[in-house]
């Protein structure tokens, strides 16, 4: 096993449930989520140790290491201060989508799970409204599909400048494979551990609307592909 501990930035919708669940398989693990959901509060020897800010998301979702520093660490905003180029003795990892999935993925996910009128008010319930602009959800969501695109390439953008290693959520065993070449030992996960239901049929609402709003982060999400 590396000396080198993860930290898992999670990007939501992205397969990332699943990355999780094979990397809490390299040694000790702590996830962590809003302390309005998760109120146990995280220690504070590992606040000080990742030199954690971000106080709105330091409840402990789950973990087996009492006092110990963790092996992996996973939270989806209050690590992004960790980056690549900040602590040697960190590996930083992160995951990505398809725009149109991963968009698609986001809007309808959070309808089917216990947090359902807290993301409707969130991401809005009216997929139309938000193709056309005219969406009323909370300010600090992107608006419409033109502000989502933007957002997606500047997460994007932050990711390939800070992370050691991006996997992609259409090739997440090739991504894991990676993993495994720097160096960690990981068990894979026999099944996937989405449950949502599958509704294919909703994938394809107003693609094409869709695909040419979200153009520019495609093109740039191609090209982040090809180098991949």
């Known amino acids: 096993m590396m000396a080198k501990k993860i930290v898992f930035?999670?990007?939501?919708?992205?397969?990332?449930?699943?990355?999780?669940?094979?990397?809490k398989t390299v040694g000790d693990y702590m996830s962590l989520g809003p302390l309005n959901?998760?109120?146990r509060p995280c220690p504070s020897s590992i606040i000080d140790f990742f030199d954690i800010k971000n106080t709105h998301e330091t409840g402990v979702v789950e973990h087996n290491c009492?006092?110990?520093?963790?092996?992996v660490i996973r939270a989806h905003d209050c690590l992004n201060h960790i980056n690549k180029n900040t602590h040697d003795d960190i590996f930083v990892?992160?995951?990505?989508?398809?725009?149109?999935?991963?968009?698609?993925?986001?809007?309808?996910?959070h309808g089917y799970d216990q947090h359902k009128l807290t993301w409707k008010k969130i991401l809005g319930d009216d997929i139309d409204k938000y193709i056309d602009g005219d969406s009323d959800i909370a300010a600090y969501r992107p608006q419409n599909l033109n502000q989502w695109s933007d957002q997606?390439?500047?997460?994007?953008?932050?990711?390939?400048?800070?992370?050691?290693?991006?996997?992609?959520?259409?090739?997440?065993?090739?991504?894991?494979?990676?993993?495994?070449?720097?160096?960690?030992?990981?068990?894979?996960?026999?099944?996937a551990l989405n449950r949502t239901?599958?509704?294919?049929?909703k994938y394809k609402y107003r693609l094409g609307d869709i695909r040419k709003s979200l153009e520019p982060a495609i093109n740039f999400y191609d090209q982040f592909v090809d180098n991949y």
């Open 9 to 23: 930035r999670h990007t939501p919708k992205c397969a990332g449930t699943y990355i999780w669940a094979c990397l």
């Open 37 to 39: 959901n998760f109120p």
């Open 66 to 71: 009492a006092q110990t520093v963790p092996q």
């Open 93 to 109: 990892l992160s995951n990505i989508r398809h725009p149109i999935t991963m968009f698609f993925s986001e809007f309808y996910h």
């Open 152 to 191: 997606y390439i500047k997460t994007l953008t932050l990711l390939k400048e800070q992370t050691h290693l991006i996997i992609l959520q259409e090739n997440t065993q090739a991504g894991l494979d990676r993993l495994e070449d720097c160096g960690f030992t990981i068990e894979r996960h026999p099944t």
């Open 197 to 201: 239901p599958v509704r294919p049929n």
